[in-house]
């Protein structure tokens, strides 16, 4: 490992994008401090260290929130947009069509997610502003039309910047720019989390402590397990004779990967289940006295562990799925093995390859998704082991963990291509 380390270090162009790199991550931890003037920090870091929702949600915004800073949205209206547009590819053929173009494909969505991330900003931020105006906790000052408009053009420009930031990163082939600041945020978030349980936690609780630190690690294993668990399915290519050329007679595989969603299922499931409370948060005050019971009852109801913990299992599980779907065609593949002279032994080409590929996914998506559940709700079996440390269970069990573990991996992945393409350029 070491020696690696000490080879991509050797080679200049690596050592400058990995350094780029950090230098950018640093630029972006900077925005995330600097709050905007007049905001409670404390109150606000409390408001949301009591919101379990609210913390995930700080978490995909790359740790901005709680400090309101003037990048307090953090990556997330870009985060929606990317997933607008996969949806939309669905439904709309023109969209669909683009997407299959290629180079010229993937740049023209990625101007259009920009375009769509400024609105989106807009509207997520007037949604935090009023949010935090309904939590009586004192955290924002009152402002006026001309201050409102003010912070929400801030907090936009800075979602602004981050994309900026994040094009900037990916370019550098290191690792994806909006998901390395996500990991930057998570990560530095732990030291300070680890000392606030370590003045919690006493003696009495050591033993609690020590088998959460085993939980966390066997939790570490198996998202690294499901990131790279794969089923590989048999494909052999008949021989062709081009000319005076023998081609083809190939053997090889085709791998449908466990967990094809990645962690998008559980971000459309936080985007649900984060909807009826923060509804129920605007309207907990309205004058018609139905309306105001209905709204704290349903804040009640989603502040209930089992009701959300089972709630929020299903809904991933099931936009595992769904998104799976989205992503990925069998009948596509199947076609594009028939034109290339392959086939899977045993599977007639055509629609009953595409068939046994919809069959075998259904399969491996079923562990896939139930996994995937199980390490979004992780963080609600942990916290009776470390109580009073909802922010250290939110980062190290569950969708924070899977997070990082993910980035971790595709980087790695990355420089190391990089590295083995010099290699070969030097021969």
Do not use: C
Not at 195 to 220: E, H, K, Y
Not at 248 to 257: E, F, Q, S, V, Y
Not at 278 to 299: D, V
Not at 417 to 422: A, K, P
């Amino acid at each position: 490992m070491f020696e690696k380390f000490k080879a991509l270090w050797k080679v200049k162009d690596i050592r400058n994008a990995i350094l780029f790199v950090l230098g950018m991550l640093a630029l972006f931890r900077l925005l995330a401090h600097i709050p905007v003037p007049g905001v409670d920090v404390d109150a606000l870091q409390s408001f949301f260290a009591s919101n379990a929702i609210l913390g995930l949600l700080n978490v995909f915004s790359g740790g901005t929130m709680e400090n309101f800073s003037i990048v307090a949205l953090g990556v997330a209206p870009y985060i929606t947009a990317s997933i607008i547009f996969q949806l939309l590819g669905m439904v709309v053929p023109a969209i669909e069509e683009l997407q299959k173009e290629g180079e010229y494909g993937r740049r023209k969505m990625n101007q259009y997610t920009r375009l769509l991330s400024v609105p989106l900003a807009i509207l997520q931020g007037f949604g935090l502003i009023t949010l935090i105006r309904q939590s009586n906790a004192n955290i924002l000052p009152d402002l006026g039309m001309a201050q409102t408009l003010l912070l929400l053009a801030t907090v936009t420009a800075g979602t602004v910047f981050l994309m900026w930031i994040g094009e900037l990163i990916s370019e550098k082939h290191v690792g994806n720019g909006i998901s390395l600041m996500i990991f930057a945020g998570i990560v530095s978030s732990l030291p300070r989390a680890i000392q606030q349980t370590a003045l919690t936690v006493d003696a009495s609780r050591l033993v609690q402590l020590i088998l959460f630190v085993i939980l966390a690690i066997a939790t570490v294993i198996g998202v690294v397990a499901l990131t790279e668990a794969q089923r590989n399915i048999p494909v052999s290519y008949a021989r062709q004779v081009r000319g005076a050329r023998m081609m083809g007679g190939l053997n090889t595989h085709l791998p449908l990967r466990v967990n094809m969603a990645g962690v998008i299922p559980i971000i459309f499931a936080i985007s649900i289940i984060l909807f009826p409370p923060l509804i129920g948060q605007f309207l907990i005050h309205a004058k018609t006295a139905w309306i105001a019971g209905l709204a704290e009852a349903t804040i009640t109801l989603f502040q209930n562990q089992v009701f959300y913990g089972v709630l929020y299992f299903l809904l991933v599980f099931i936009f595992t799925y769904f998104y799976t779907a989205v992503v990925f065609h069998p009948q596509q593949i199947a076609e594009n093995l028939q034109k290339q002279g392959g086939f899977i032994p045993g599977i007639r080409p055509g629609r009953a390859t595409a068939e046994y590929l919809q069959f075998v996914t259904n399969r491996i998506i079923f562990v896939g998704a139930a996994a995937l559940g199980f390490i979004a709700i992780l963080p609600l079996i942990t916290q009776p082991l470390v109580p009073g440390s909802t922010q250290l269970t939110t980062i190290v069990g569950g969708t924070s963990l899977l997070i990082i573990v993910s980035v971790v991996i595709e980087s790695v992945k990355q420089v190391g291509s990089q590295l083995t393409m010099r290699e070969y350029e030097g021969l």
